[in-house]
């Protein structure tokens, strides 16, 4: 795994490059140091003229009378004009805002030529024309009386538009219920509507309400980032919806910021006991130096006491052993779990003596689905659904002994036409065996790993939206996300789980929570 501190949606900087910057922002430093020490002197010794930085030019501006003539007047100015300008934006906004929703159509392209010419015009050009005009016209303070309609016009066409959003943002049924009562469209708006806007119903969705800035751009980043877009899809998107532009680089500073929350997840404490673990893998193409690698995402999904799944962590890696699963389990063994009854798995290298290893008393269950998919693969479609039918016969049987019987009878079916189809059922049946124990409500549980399935598909849109992950932290943190997204649904427990929960302490006596 590459250390967080690493760049990892980009390309970071070798050593050659980074004393290459160092060097240049030091010359660029120097050279600005340079400039501004030349134009103070300049300044202070201009060719023709006095000294520009004596004392005596510039107290003028720090005197009394600078204070009692110019400050605080302009201060004072400056409070009438914002207190004028919000009162009028606001009547502004609520005649216009109301206008644009009116049934009547002259109103409303009226309203909304106002509204859309005033968003339009930059507000110091609308200054610069009413001071024309009132100067002209021989209006007294011309230049404050600009100012205050000015912004009364462009901060009063925004208000419009939150007052239409707002509108617009009500339930539907309401309008439709006040003209089946017989109101009017315009009753409807008046005293239906636009009440519940003045009271704040709704809620602006770019910058919240009260909040001072739109520091949640980088909450809106990681939530796009966990949908599996890449970092320029994100960026093009946040120039499209607010209107600026953001780096690459950025976008990849503002994930950066999960990683410590990762680590965390990554080590937070277990339970001691889980009931069923399931364990699966999907691959995906990571650059490494770059060379792109296919690296496998394995997740670890446990089913608690109470029924309720939960992910238990995420390791990435391409070296399928026992030592490396040994080193997973051992992993769960440090964050406090003492004992599992069941982990269902594909066929994956290691991962049986991995179990004996770390947990003795584990039941290893290979899952059902993947063994028929595997016996399956090679399997002409001409024959594919009466092979499938048979195989069912094994894994639907009563008992281990039927399960034996059905085996032998499909294998002596399909071995001359398929020699090897049935050959992994055989040397793997101490791992597919387990499920014979158990009732049909149990064996729904443990037969297959499809319990991690809903999972999987929020881990396979990522693949659809990136044919390459630029390294394996980039990786795990959409896959952490990812992750963090899918699992807010998981509020219940899985079905028949008093039963199976019964069942299993039956059959594992003394191993679970009373």
Not at 269 to 278: F, N, Q, T
Not at 298 to 312: C, D, H, R, S, T
Request: charged share 25%; hydrophobic share 45%; proline share 4%.
């Amino acid at each position: 795994m590459a250390s967080n501190e690493s760049a990892v949606l980009f390309d970071q900087p070798g050593p050659k490059s980074r004393k290459t910057i160092r060097i240049v922002n030091w010359i660029a430093g120097i050279a600005f140091a340079i400039v501004v020490v030349l134009i103070l002197m300049r300044l202070h010794n201009p060719p023709d003229g006095e000294n520009q930085l004596s004392w005596e030019l510039w107290k003028p501006a720090l005197d009394a009378e600078a204070w009692t003539d110019f400050y605080l007047p302009g201060l004072w100015a400056t409070i009438r004009a914002s207190v004028l300008a919000v009162i009028g934006a606001v009547l502004f906004g609520l005649l216009f805002g109301i206008g644009r929703l009116l049934p009547n159509i002259v109103i409303r392209a009226i309203s909304g030529a106002v509204v859309e010419f005033a968003r339009a015009v930059p507000v110091l050009l609308l200054m610069i024309f009413f001071w024309r005009w009132f100067a002209f016209a021989g209006l007294a303070s011309p230049a404050y009386w600009a100012v205050v309609l000015a912004l009364v016009i462009y901060n009063g066409s925004v208000v419009a538009e939150l007052v239409r959003s707002g509108v617009g943002n009500l339930p539907n049924g309401q309008r439709e219920a006040s003209l089946a009562l017989g109101l009017t469209r315009t009753q409807s708006l008046m005293e239906i509507e636009v009440p519940q806007d003045r009271k704040s119903t709704f809620e602006p969705q770019v910058v919240k309400k009260r909040q001072k800035d739109i520091s949640d751009i980088d909450q809106k980043i990681i939530s796009m980032y966990a949908k599996g877009m890449t970092t320029r899809q994100i960026s093009e998107t946040i120039e499209d919806i607010y209107g600026f532009e953001t780096s690459e680089s950025f976008i990849s500073d503002v994930t950066d910021k999960i990683l410590p929350q990762i680590e965390d997840w990554q080590n937070r404490p277990l339970d001691e006991v889980y009931p069923i673990l399931y364990i699966d893998a999907i691959h995906y193409s990571v650059r490494d130096n770059g060379v792109i690698r296919k690296l496998a995402a394995y997740v670890i999904l446990g089913i608690n006491a109470e029924g309720k799944k939960e992910v238990l962590t995420i390791t990435i890696g391409d070296n399928e052993s026992a030592k490396y699963w040994l080193s997973v389990l051992n992993e769960l063994k440090n964050r406090g779990v003492k004992d599992i009854l069941i982990i269902c798995a594909d066929g994956l290298t290691g991962i049986k003596e991995a179990i004996s290893a770390a947990f003795p008393k584990t039941e290893y269950q290979r899952c059902i689905v993947h063994q028929v998919r595997n016996t399956l693969k090679y399997v002409p479609d001409k024959d594919r659904k009466a092979f499938a039918a048979d195989l069912k016969t094994i894994y639907q049987a009563a008992d281990e002994q039927k399960a034996l019987a059905a085996l032998e009878r499909v294998t002596e079916k399909w071995t001359p036409k398929y020699p090897n189809s049935m050959k992994r059922w055989k040397d793997n049946w101490d791992a597919v065996s387990p499920i014979f124990k158990f009732s049909t409500t149990v064996r729904k549980v443990i037969y297959t790993t499809n319990a991690i399935e809903s999972l999987n598909s929020t881990y396979r849109k990522l693949n659809r939206q990136r044919s390459v992950f630029p390294s394996d932290t980039a990786l795990l943190k959409a896959l952490y996300l990812a992750t963090f997204e899918a699992t807010k649904k998981w509020t219940t427990t899985i079905r028949d789980w008093g039963q199976v929960y019964g069942e299993l302490s039956i059959m594992y006596e003394g191993r679970l929570p009373e």
